[in-house]
């Protein structure tokens, strides 16, 4: 009998929950496998191990293999990327593999690398990699001894292939004929993985497909705004024009008027309208009458604050990092110094799919069901503001159209906010939360506004003296995160990629000034390295100018310690043919290279000057992201980094006047079109290094590169982005 997943998930779940009561973090809690449309507990397996095979994966009776994947996915391949890497040790055939969002429990699939469930800093693979070659590997070795016992042969006289265990004897079966017996067999503590040169699916072209694409494409993947339970409440909330406001008062009479609404509550963010429906919830919220208190809000427009923040850029920030004595050799005659100010807007992410949620709570238990970033801290917090224990709240994530960082809350506030509004109105009552585009584009958390001073000092045809100057807003400030990534009182977050540069610069310095802003800010695609990426790359062009050195020549020169920023920029020089190549009248080239979470990525652009700015035409890419386990994905996060980051550099921008952001929706916060996108050709360095990850790092390098080939044009090198200011689709 075949169990659903989705209700083998829920029994894994509540299992796992009960488990983890019993068992501190860091064994193996239990392992679940579907037989006899149930899903059962084997004790946990022996010695510190928190892998056991089906708390990843689970076997079916008709032989399909589903991997919990600990990740979201929301569209960067984590589904596939998972089952690669399970399917390469299982030995399995490819058109077995299914996944599925494992559930919420901190124990089992928490995230390696930050110790809570959680997606983000392109880490999925990273921290992936092992562990999930171990549940295959371990799964297939249950296999093989209960097969083995079955025919009552060596298990070394087993062999796994496509899917199938045979025995030299004729004998033979698939999974599902073993998978009830396997569970009974104990749990390998330290399975043997493959030697690279065995692998079948990691790192080969054209093996795999997405698993996630086919119902993305015909209609049938559910999202949050999917959902539609019997006697289901919509909810919308207006929140506050500015940013700190509160409510003082508010008419809720119109409203409560309007056929199909429900009841209409104050909560914390400001008020909610619950309806039949989202058509009715949002007339009513339209007619709420609110005054709103804006004693303790942000009122500064975005020119009020790059006044403010260029005026502490012209002093001494707090050191982040210095060598040498860069005033020292400012002062000495003969060298030529060079400074540039960057400055870069708020951003918002943009999802296709705005903010939504969906919650049923029942007095003493809850079940909740959205795109999740963070399972870990939101499962905690509905728990505390519902006051039920966690293991009677039920998170379970779903896929979700794009995040960009805009999922991954640092406060929390969605998690927060559903379970504020499930309170106001009481329990027995499914509700689905949902923001409008334009409650997401004005409700802030966006790349912050900064700017960068550099100052760089060339003299005798060298670089000899490197200074940056930023001024930011803290991400993780006051938040769960901030000492995971404060170093002497400043966000490392704010400053990544500006303090450690690939070049060698003999005197350098770098020193920050941490501002703080009622605008609240959040980690956006690449995170520092957007505008870092962009200081870094556009100001060592304009300083290997000034020296008379070529931009790649120049660049490798000065990387004789960065052996892999080298190597992705000499691949993507060769696959341009920078040295030869006979660009078209009105044409030039640009290149950057930046690493980012542990990825190293160079880009070359060759574009041409149009009336309303740059046009460009092919993008060249070159990516080290160690071993590649899936190049298919890993071009398309390329691509895609590339068509997001190009939008954003040429047009984004999300200002403010008085305290209040004026773009509401795409008519206004202007994205790259489908005819702009650019031809791409990406290049995939081989490497034997651990995995990293691909979600991001395609972003921060197009932008430099755009702004340098701008130069070779005779272009004003683009100082504040966008570089096509008031654009509108």
């Given at each position: 009998?075949?169990?659903?997943?989705?209700?083998?998930?829920?029994?894994?779940?509540?299992?796992?929950?009960?488990?983890?009561?019993?068992?501190?973090?860091?064994?193996?809690?239990?392992?679940y496998?579907?037989?006899?449309?149930?899903?059962?507990?084997?004790?946990?397996?022996?010695?510190?191990?928190?892998?056991?095979?089906?708390?990843?994966?689970?076997?079916?009776?008709?032989?399909?293999?589903?991997?919990?994947?600990?990740?979201?996915?929301?569209?960067?391949?984590?589904?596939?990327?998972?089952?690669?890497?399970?399917?390469?040790?299982?030995?399995?055939?490819?058109?077995?593999?299914?996944?599925?969002?494992?559930?919420?429990?901190?124990?089992?699939?928490?995230?390696?690398?930050?110790?809570?469930?959680?997606?983000?800093?392109?880490?999925?693979i990273?921290?992936s990699y092992?562990?999930?070659?171990?549940?295959?590997?371990?799964?297939?070795?249950?296999?093989?001894?209960?097969?083995?016992?079955?025919?009552?042969?060596?298990?070394?006289?087993?062999?796994?292939?496509?899917?199938?265990?045979?025995?030299?004897?004729?004998?033979?079966?698939?999974?599902?004929?073993?998978?009830?017996?396997?569970?009974?067999?104990?749990?390998?503590?330290?399975?043997?993985?493959?030697?690279?040169?065995?692998?079948?699916?990691?790192?080969?072209?054209?093996?795999?497909?997405r698993?996630?694409?086919?119902?993305?494409?015909?209609?049938?993947?559910?999202?949050?705004?999917?959902?539609?339970?019997?006697?289901?409440?919509?909810?919308?909330?207006?929140?506050?024009?500015?940013?700190?406001?509160?409510?003082?008062?508010?008419?809720?009479?119109?409203?409560?008027?309007?056929?199909?609404?429900?009841?209409?509550?104050?909560?914390?963010?400001?008020?909610?309208?619950?309806?039949?429906?989202?058509?009715?919830?949002?007339?009513?919220?339209?007619?709420?009458?609110?005054?709103?208190?804006?004693?303790?809000?942000?009122?500064?427009?975005?020119?009020?604050?790059?006044?403010?923040?260029?005026?502490?850029?012209?002093?001494?920030?707090?050191?982040?990092?210095?060598?040498?004595?860069?005033?020292?050799?400012?002062a000495?005659?003969?060298?030529?110094?060079?400074?540039a100010?960057?400055?870069?807007?708020?951003?918002?992410?943009?999802?296709?799919?705005?903010?939504?949620?969906?919650?049923?709570?029942?007095?003493?238990?809850?079940?909740?069901?959205?795109?999740?970033?963070?399972?870990?801290?939101?499962?905690?917090?509905?728990?505390?503001?519902?006051?039920?224990?966690?293991?009677?709240?039920?998170?379970?994530?779903?896929?979700?159209?794009?995040?960009?960082?805009?999922?991954?809350?640092?406060?929390?506030?969605?998690?927060?906010?559903?379970?504020?509004?499930?309170?106001?109105?009481?329990?027995?009552?499914?509700?689905?939360l949902?923001?409008?585009?334009?409650?997401?584009?004005?409700?802030?958390?966006?790349?912050?506004?900064?700017?960068?001073?550099?100052?760089?000092?060339?003299?005798?045809?060298?670089?000899?003296?490197?200074?940056?100057?930023?001024?930011?807003?803290?991400?993780?400030?006051?938040?769960?995160?901030?000492?995971?990534?404060?170093?002497?009182?400043?966000?490392?977050?704010a400053?990544?990629?500006s303090n450690?540069?690939?070049?060698?610069?003999?005197?350098?310095?770098?020193?920050?000034?941490?501002?703080?802003?009622?605008?609240?800010?959040?980690?956006?695609?690449?995170?520092?390295?957007?505008?870092?990426?962009?200081?870094?790359?556009?100001?060592?062009?304009?300083?290997?100018?000034?020296?008379?050195?070529?931009?790649?020549?120049?660049?490798?020169?000065?990387?004789?310690?960065?052996?892999?920023?080298?190597?992705?920029?000499?691949?993507?020089?060769?696959?341009?043919?920078?040295?030869?190549?006979?660009?078209?009248?009105?044409?030039?080239?640009?290149?950057?290279?930046?690493?980012?979470?542990?990825t190293?990525?160079?880009?070359?652009?060759?574009?041409?000057?149009?009336?309303?700015?740059?046009?460009?035409?092919?993008?060249?890419?070159?990516?080290?992201?160690?071993?590649?386990?899936?190049?298919?994905?890993?071009?398309?996060?390329?691509?895609?980094?590339?068509?997001?980051?190009?939008?954003?550099?040429?047009?984004?921008?999300?200002?403010?006047?008085?305290?209040?952001?004026?773009?509401?929706?795409?008519?206004?916060?202007?994205?790259?079109?489908?005819?702009e996108?650019?031809a791409?050709?990406?290049?995939?360095?081989?490497?034997?290094?651990?995995?990293?990850?691909?979600?991001?790092?395609?972003v921060?390098?197009?932008?430099?590169?755009?702004?340098?080939?701008?130069?070779?044009?005779?272009?004003?090198?683009?100082?504040?982005?966008?570089?096509?200011?008031?654009?509108?689709?």
């Open positions: 009998m075949n169990v659903h997943i989705k209700d083998t998930v829920t029994r894994a779940s509540a299992l796992s929950r009960r488990s983890l009561l019993k068992a501190g973090a860091g064994l193996a809690i239990g392992v496998i579907a037989r006899s449309g149930k899903a059962f507990a084997q004790a946990p397996a022996a010695a510190q191990v928190n892998i056991t095979p089906n708390t990843f994966l689970i076997i079916n009776p008709d032989d399909t293999v589903t991997v919990l994947c600990k990740h979201i996915e929301f569209g960067q391949g984590p589904f596939t990327g998972m089952a690669t890497l399970v399917a390469e040790e299982l030995d399995a055939d490819w058109s077995q593999m299914r996944a599925d969002h494992a559930p919420s429990n901190p124990v089992l699939y928490k995230n390696l690398l930050f110790g809570v469930q959680g997606t983000g800093g392109s880490s999925a990273a921290n092992e562990q999930m070659r171990k549940v295959g590997a371990a799964a297939r070795e249950m296999l093989v001894a209960a097969a083995a016992k079955e025919w009552n042969v060596p298990a070394a006289e087993i062999t796994v292939e496509n899917g199938v265990i045979k025995h030299p004897s004729g004998k033979q079966g698939r999974f599902g004929a073993f998978a009830e017996k396997a569970n009974q067999m104990p749990v390998p503590a330290d399975p043997k993985l493959k030697d690279p040169s065995q692998f079948k699916f990691i790192g080969k072209e054209g093996a795999t497909k698993l996630d694409s086919a119902e993305k494409s015909n209609g049938t993947a559910v999202f949050t705004l999917d959902i539609n339970e019997p006697d289901m409440l919509t909810a919308v909330i207006a929140r506050a024009p500015r940013f700190g406001a509160t409510v003082a008062s508010f008419d809720a009479t119109a409203a409560k008027a309007v056929p199909g609404v429900v009841d209409v509550k104050q909560v914390p963010t400001g008020v909610a309208v619950y309806a039949k429906g989202f058509w009715p919830a949002k007339t009513a919220r339209d007619l709420l009458k609110i005054t709103w208190d804006d004693s303790k809000a942000e009122k500064r427009g975005t020119q009020q604050l790059l006044s403010e923040f260029r005026d502490l850029s012209k002093t001494p920030g707090k050191t982040v990092k210095t060598e040498g004595d860069f005033e020292a050799e400012a000495k005659p003969g060298g030529r110094v060079i400074e100010e960057f400055v870069f807007p708020y951003l918002a992410h943009a999802p296709m799919e705005p903010l939504n949620a969906f919650i049923h709570w029942q007095g003493d238990t809850v079940t909740s069901r959205y795109g999740s970033q963070f399972p870990t801290p939101d499962h905690a917090t509905i728990a505390k503001i519902l006051g039920v224990p966690m293991e009677k709240v039920s998170l379970k994530t779903i896929l979700a159209g794009g995040s960009f960082g805009r999922r991954a809350q640092q406060t929390v506030h969605v998690a927060a906010e559903l379970a504020e509004v499930a309170k106001a109105i009481g329990p027995g009552k499914p509700i689905k949902v923001w409008t585009r334009e409650d997401d584009m004005r409700g802030g958390y966006y790349r912050p506004f900064s700017v960068h001073r550099m100052r760089g000092v060339v003299r005798d045809g060298k670089i000899q003296a490197w200074s940056d100057t930023i001024v930011g807003q803290s991400i993780m400030k006051g938040s769960p995160f901030e000492a995971m990534t404060f170093k002497d009182g400043l966000d490392s977050t400053y990544e990629g450690e540069i690939p070049y060698e610069v003999a005197n350098f310095k770098c020193d920050m000034h941490q501002v703080d802003v009622g605008v609240p800010v959040l980690w956006w695609r690449s995170v520092g390295h957007t505008h870092t990426g962009y200081a870094v790359e556009a100001f060592v062009d304009e300083l290997l100018e000034a020296a008379g050195k070529d931009p790649v020549e120049g660049r490798l020169e000065l990387m004789s310690k960065k052996p892999r920023h080298a190597g992705v920029l000499r691949a993507v020089a060769e696959l341009a043919d920078w040295k030869n190549a006979k660009l078209e009248p009105g044409r030039a080239r640009g290149v950057a290279v930046v690493e980012s979470f542990n190293f990525v160079a880009q070359i652009v060759e574009l041409s000057m149009e009336a309303e700015g740059p046009k460009v035409h092919k993008v060249w890419c070159a990516v080290d992201c160690g071993v590649a386990v899936n190049p298919d994905i890993i071009r398309a996060q390329m691509e895609g980094g590339i068509g997001f980051g190009l939008g954003h550099v040429l047009y984004a921008d999300v200002p403010m006047e008085d305290g209040r952001v004026v773009p509401g929706n795409f008519d206004a916060y202007r994205s790259l079109r489908i005819n996108m650019p791409i050709e990406v290049t995939i360095v081989k490497s034997s290094e651990k995995p990293s990850g691909v979600g991001e790092p395609g921060p390098p197009i932008g430099p590169a755009v702004a340098n080939a701008m130069a070779k044009l005779g272009q004003v090198r683009p100082r504040q982005l966008p570089i096509v200011p008031g654009a509108s689709a």
